[in-house]
């Protein structure tokens, strides 16, 4: 009897022990809160996390989990990083309780389904790429991410419109919607994003006017595989597989312009090239 006393009095200390020690060296619990949310919408696991039968202490620790990373004084979580981790499933409204997250890349994995709208309400998130997955839906809402740097959903299912962003997005530089199922046209408040270096967004079935406020953008506008019928004047300029037909505007004589892939029905505009063209590098319109 004393001996099953004894040993008993020794479990529940073990048990104790294990809890104060999963308290001190856990991190924040609305970051942990967030991260099971997170890993019960998925179906696959994530190697390391969740420690069952690790005897290191500081794997209880969410921030030395993989793929996470942490800002050393505050002990908030920061970065979610698990590209190509062959991850399948949902993404977990719960994600956006991270509300001092900067960086998430889920990008090379299996994930489908909608973007939980609350995601876009991060006052941090500058940079969130999630492109190559499996994702769909429709941007119902503009993007409210003010401290946004980098946007990268290519290679989803994404459908409906190109999603506005807030006007306090001003530091934006990069926009990513490669192959989608985008319709409409590009929003002219991107207009208003100086920072905006590249703009990619090739293979969708975008329309309307190319606007020559898009040219003013220095580094790399890709727009091509898409049903454009007009354009507005350029810097590098990749317009191949679209619907484009009638006059090329003056910018041609003006502008130099490097076509970087040839290719797309340029039989349409090859009779309406204008009669001088001095200054253009490079431009193809043969058909490959
Ligand atoms: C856990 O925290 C308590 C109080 O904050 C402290 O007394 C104890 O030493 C800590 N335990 C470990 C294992 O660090
Ligand atoms: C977790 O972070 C929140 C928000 O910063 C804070 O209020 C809370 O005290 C933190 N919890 C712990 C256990 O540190
Ligand atoms: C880390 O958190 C502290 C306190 O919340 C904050 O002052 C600091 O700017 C953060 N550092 C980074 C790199 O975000
Ligand atoms: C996301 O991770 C992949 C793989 O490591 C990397 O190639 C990509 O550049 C990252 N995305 C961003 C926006 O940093
Ligand atoms: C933009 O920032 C200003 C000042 O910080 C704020 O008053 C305004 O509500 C913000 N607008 C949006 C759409 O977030
Ligand atoms: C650009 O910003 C100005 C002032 O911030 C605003 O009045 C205008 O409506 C914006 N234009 C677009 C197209 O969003």
Do not use: Y
């Not at 003013?216 to 590098?236: A, H, K, T, Y």
């Not at 679209?242 to 502008?255: E, M, Q, T």
């Amino acid at each position: 009897m004393v001996v099953v006393l004894e040993i008993w009095v020794l479990v529940i200390l073990g048990v104790s022990q294990v809890l104060a020690i999963s308290q001190n060296f856990t991190c924040n619990s609305t970051d942990l809160t967030a991260l099971k949310g997170f890993m019960d919408g998925l179906e696959s696991s994530i190697d390391g996390w969740w420690p069952t039968n690790s005897l290191s202490i500081s794997s209880f620790n969410c921030c030395n989990w993989v793929g996470i990373n942490c800002n050393s004084s505050s002990g908030r979580i920061v970065g979610l990083g698990l590209p190509k981790k062959r991850l399948i499933g949902g993404l977990s409204d719960l994600i956006s309780n991270l509300d001092q997250l900067t960086k998430l890349n889920l990008s090379n994995n299996f994930l489908t389904g909608p973007i939980p709208i609350s995601l876009f309400h991060l006052a941090h998130l500058e940079v969130i790429d999630l492109s190559r997955n499996g994702f769909n839906g429709v941007f119902l809402i503009s993007i409210h991410l003010p401290a946004l740097q980098e946007l990268d959903f290519s290679d989803n299912f994404f459908t409906g419109s190109i999603p506005g962003l807030c006007v306090n997005s001003s530091g934006i530089r990069v926009v990513k919607f490669v192959v989608n199922s985008l319709t409409g046209i590009i929003p002219s408040e991107f207009r208003n994003f100086s920072f905006l270096t590249h703009l990619c967004l090739a293979s969708n079935s975008l329309s309307g006017a190319i606007s020559e406020f898009l040219f003013w953008l220095p580094r790399e506008l890709d727009l091509q595989d898409n049903m454009f019928n007009s354009i507005g004047g350029p810097v590098s300029l990749d317009v191949s597989c679209n619907r484009l037909s009638g006059n090329l505007p003056d910018f041609f004589v003006a502008c130099s312009i490097e076509r970087k892939r040839e290719g797309g029905d340029a039989t349409a505009a090859k009779g309406a090239e204008p009669p001088q063209v001095t200054s253009i590098e490079k431009f193809d319109t043969t058909w490959h």
